[in-house]
């Protein structure tokens, strides 16, 4: 066995592979760049070789400062991790060339596995089900029509040249066929000047699901079952679960012996993933392969048991897998959420800056099942603007879907982060959401169901007055501390009352509470009464309570008049008032924000890269104005209505912070 390996990748893979390596009695060797100098992969490892400047083309995925390193340290190994170098066939051609080991796949798979056409390619001559379709030129109308027969309805009709949407029409008979591929042409030729057209299958109600393999260099290939990742943004997956809640065993058998097929025809070793697409008959597709070890392996790892990250050391290390396929049974249910550094409330913009609180819920086993955090930052930490925006990735395990779901509301209520954007409130409401819990989910789902973005979840009446039950009894013990402090005048004393008025989320709830040792009794105006029981107290960031036996875990923050308690994706303003207070505050003014429509703010910290227009322009609905690159992406800010320019505030190559001005208009 190795006694020394080297990860080229940072954040939370390399931690994850740390801790295995750490695990096997294995030393370690991390890199980092100038951003990364104070991270936590670099305390964590044995050793830590310094690669460059923060940018990932001048350090992290420059080989010959990796091959340095690995010179430097003799390491014996390297584990890429995922992105990076981690699919790089060059890469692991040097490595085998310089005699280190690549705990990976061998060079010519990556390379044949790379590319979209020739993976397809090796796929069907393997057996594997790949998307029907025709690439060659089709004459006219009636050959389009025999196509399209000939792969079964629905088909999508395309142009070779083809974007935004233009040249595309999906047909789901022989006339809309015929007519689909005129229409199609037709726009074609006169958009892009080319009038080739395609015809493959259309994919209705389409899931993406992976299957999970694992290779030695004996001939032996396994799979570690599915992970159903339909749940995704822009294609960027955010909730993965293992298994899925679709497949039956004989199409997950099918899938599986077609990834193990595929691999063995490229002659690959390690873990890699089959990915493939899903429709709502559970016909199967064949997507690519990833080389690699997946984001989203953990839930893999507990259905199975498997430690992935060791299996890949020791394959690379020349042994057996210590598995048949008839070992690898699925236990229980598992759910990951990828927690990510983007702002939900401003369209999952990029969020940098320091983590000022970061208090993920307690790992572990307990009689409900498994939570468990992979991370590569800390309280105190950056996020980055060069990197992926990544935090960490929850993960929960139960023995059935529903117990997993529920396990992972409560490990999201209790997850504390703090100082910048994150999307924690998002999957949380995702957890919620009726949709989801039957399982009846598609790559469509976040689109469909929430076409305006996120503005915040909207509890249930039930989930609503349990909170404002909770947020009385947190009342009474806040106002007791008040009413205890020193200093008073001799002659008054401060009592606590037992009628409050509790507003949140637009609705009023007049309660009356009566406390007692064990906890407190909140009963509303109709009689409904709930028991709360809390060790809250007033400064604590987390309230763990019980409401009629139930847990209910709030984030807290103070407000004039209530709190601020965040639960289940939503973000409430809680306010307590006595009875005459909440009348007269009926007659309030409610303070407006302020206008900014006459402002173009930025939205994110990031840099300016370009100003498309000047003073005294006048721009149109949609036009570009403004492009902030932020972690690695452009974001084109564009005008919202018609306007003309009074005054530019910024320029190209400025560090911008959220809500800077950048331009002004008349």
């Keep these: 066995m190795f006694k020394k390996i080297l990860i080229a990748n940072r954040g939370e893979i390399a931690c994850r592979v740390i801790k295995t390596a750490r695990k096997m009695g294995i030393q370690t060797v991390a890199v980092y760049s100038d951003a990364d100098r104070n991270a936590l992969h670099v305390k964590m490892a ?19 400062k990796i091959m340095e390193a690995i010179k430097a340290t003799g390491a014996e190994a390297v584990h890429p991790g995922y992105g990076f170098l981690s ?33 397809k390619k090796l796929a069907q001559e393997a057996g594997v089900s790949t998307v029907p379709g025709y690439m060659g030129l089709i004459a006219d109308a009636e050959e389009a029509v025999r196509i399209s027969d000939e792969i079964g309805y629905p088909v999508m009709i395309k142009a070779s040249a083809g974007g935004g949407g233009k040249g595309m029409r999906i047909a789901w008979s022989a006339q809309e066929a015929r007519e689909g591929f005129e229409s199609s042409k037709n726009e074609a030729a006169n958009s892009f000047g080319d009038d080739r057209i395609f015809i493959e299958k259309f994919v209705t109600q389409p899931r993406h699901i992976e299957i999970q393999v694992l290779a030695d260099k004996h001939g032996n290939c396994v799979y570690l079952h599915e992970r159903e990742c339909s749940i995704q943004r822009r294609n960027q997956k955010v909730i993965e679960e293992a298994p899925s809640p ?34 709502g008959n559970r016909n199967f597709y064949f997507l690519e392969m990833n080389t690699r070890l997946q984001v989203e392996h953990p839930v893999t790892e507990l259905i199975t048991g498997v430690d992935l990250v060791e299996q890949m050391i020791r394959v690379a290390d020349g042994e057996p897998l210590p598995f048949r396929q008839e070992d690898l049974l699925i236990q229980g249910w598992a759910m990951e959420s990828r927690l990510y550094a983007e702002d939900p409330y401003r369209n999952f913009l990029p969020s940098i800056g320091r983590l000022t609180r970061y208090r993920p819920p307690e790992e572990g086993e307990d009689a409900g099942g498994i939570v468990r955090n992979d991370t590569g930052v800390f309280e105190g930490g950056e996020i980055s603007m060069y990197y992926d925006p990544m935090i960490a990735k929850l993960c929960t395990w139960a023995p059935t879907r529903l117990e997993a779901i529920e396990k992972m509301r409560v490990a999201l209520d209790t997850f504390e982060v703090e100082g910048i954007g994150h999307n924690l409130p998002f999957v949380a409401a ?25 503005q915040g979840a909207t509890l249930t009446q039930g989930t609503l007055r349990r909170v404002a039950a909770v947020a009385a009894a947190m009342n009474r013990v806040a106002e007791i501390r008040r009413a205890r402090i020193s200093g008073t005048l001799g ?4 009592r606590v009352g037992t009628d409050w008025v509790v507003t949140l989320q637009g609705e009023s709830y007049p309660v009356t509470i009566a406390a007692d040792r064990e906890g407190s009794t909140v009963t509303f105006e109709d009689g409904t009464a709930h028991r709360v029981a809390s060790d809250w107290t007033p400064g604590m960031a987390l309230c763990r309570a019980e409401v009629d036996g139930t847990a209910l875990v709030m984030k807290v923050g103070k407000i004039p008049q209530g709190f601020r308690l965040r639960h289940r994706g939503a973000d409430l303003k809680v306010n307590i008032r006595s009875p005459r207070a909440a009348a007269l505050s009926a007659h ?12 173009l703010l930025c939205p994110m910290p990031g840099l300016v890269v370009k100003i498309n227009v000047a003073p005294g322009d006048e721009v149109q609905e949609g036009q570009a104005l403004a492009t902030v690159e932020a972690m690695k992406m452009e974001n084109i800010l564009r005008a919202e209505r018609r306007a003309v320019v009074s005054r530019v505030n910024a320029a190209p190559g400025e560090s911008l912070k959220v809500d800077d001005v950048i331009l002004e208009f008349e």
Excluded: W
């Design 430 to 454: 995702v957890m919620d959401h009726p949709r989801f819990v039957k399982g009846e989910i598609t790559t469509a789902f976040i689109a469909e169901e929430y076409p305006e973005g996120f």
């Design 46 to 64: 044995d050793e830590a070789i310094h690669i460059g400047p923060p940018p990932a083309n001048q350090s992290y995925i420059v080989i010959d």
């Design 491 to 494: 002659n008054h004393e401060r």
């Design 246 to 279: 679709f497949l039956d065993e004989e199409t997950r058998r099918a899938m599986g012996e077609q990834a193990c097929a595929l691999a063995k025809a490229v002659g690959y070793t390690s873990a890699g993933t089959v990915e493939f697409i899903v429709d």
């Design 87 to 119: 699919e790089r066939m060059d890469f692991a051609a040097a490595l085998e060339k310089a005699g280190v080991v690549f705990i990976g796949p061998p060079s010519p798979a990556i390379e044949a596995m790379g590319d979209k056409i020739t993976s």
């Design 588 to 599: 309030m003014l409610e303070k407006l924000p302020p206008d900014t429509s006459k402002f």
